[in-house]
């Protein structure tokens, strides 16, 4: 079945660095844009990234802009955000989601998510 | 950035009632190619969001058919025709036309 499975969450020292990865099954991840969205604690939902089905277009939320990277690999069925300098306001499940904006897919499918701590 | 305003935060509602969650957008969601990329999703509590609605009204397989969206422009609303127990949760919105893409608030769904 559709299945989306992140993992890489943990606690982390603000400034320093984390990878999260999202494992895709089920369908054909290379033809789907992907999505990372976040959730603090007790908070509501944020968007946090895109990147297009072979990566050539990115977009990014205000808050993580310059700090964050998404990329994917299409032969691995995975996609990644690349967190840098980070926060304690970057403390959050950090959820997948897979389809364009544009598509009917779009934030069809989402995993279960991952936590991170951002804390000294 | 487009701002998405749901109202009302929070709904108390009998078993068997309806329910309304408005959600309105600081710009039109009106793509140039005439679609609207409006979004509704129900997280249940200890679980990952769902999509319920896409495009303003198409309703997902499996969503039951009391749910409804609708609207246009910058004005939408969700709407469960009878409440059941397995409708509690939080209710957001999303737009999807504009970047950054955003959420509203959320409406929190209880019984009374």
């Known amino acids: 079945q559709v299945q989306l499975v992140e993992s890489g969450g943990g606690v982390v020292q603000p400034g320093r660095s984390l990878r999260l990865a999202c494992a895709a099954s089920g369908f054909t991840f290379s033809n789907y844009g992907m999505h990372w969205v976040r959730q603090a604690p007790g908070k509501g939902l944020e968007w946090v990234a895109l990147?297009?089905?072979?990566?050539?277009?990115?977009h990014y939320g205000d808050s993580v802009k310059g700090r964050f990277t998404i990329s994917r690999d299409n032969s691995k069925n995975t996609l990644h955000l690349h967190m840098n300098g980070l926060r304690p306001e970057d403390t959050a499940v950090y959820y997948c989601?897979?389809?364009?904006?544009?598509?009917?897919?779009?934030?069809?499918?989402w995993g279960q998510g991952t936590m991170v701590t951002v804390s000294s | 950035d487009v701002v998405m305003t749901q109202s009302p935060l929070s709904l108390s509602v009998t078993l068997g009632q309806p329910a309304s969650i408005s959600c309105r957008s600081s710009?039109?969601?009106?793509?140039?190619?005439?679609?609207?990329?409006l979004i509704w999703f129900q997280q249940r509590p200890g679980q990952s969001p769902r999509r319920l609605i896409y495009?303003?009204?198409k309703r997902d397989a499996g969503v039951p058919d009391r749910f409804s969206g609708s609207g246009s422009g910058t004005d939408f609303t969700l709407k469960i025709s009878r409440v059941e127990a397995e409708d509690v949760g939080v209710y957001y919105c999303?737009?999807?036309?504009?970047?950054?893409?955003?959420f509203g608030g959320g409406t929190k769904v209880e019984i009374k």
């Open positions: 989601a897979s389809g364009a904006v544009a598509g009917d897919e779009a934030f069809a499918v």
């Open positions: 999303m737009q999807g036309t504009h970047w950054p893409l955003t």
């Open positions: 495009k303003v009204s």
């Open positions: 990147i297009s089905y072979d990566g050539s277009q990115k």
């Open positions: 710009q039109s969601l009106v793509y140039n190619g005439g679609n609207t990329y």
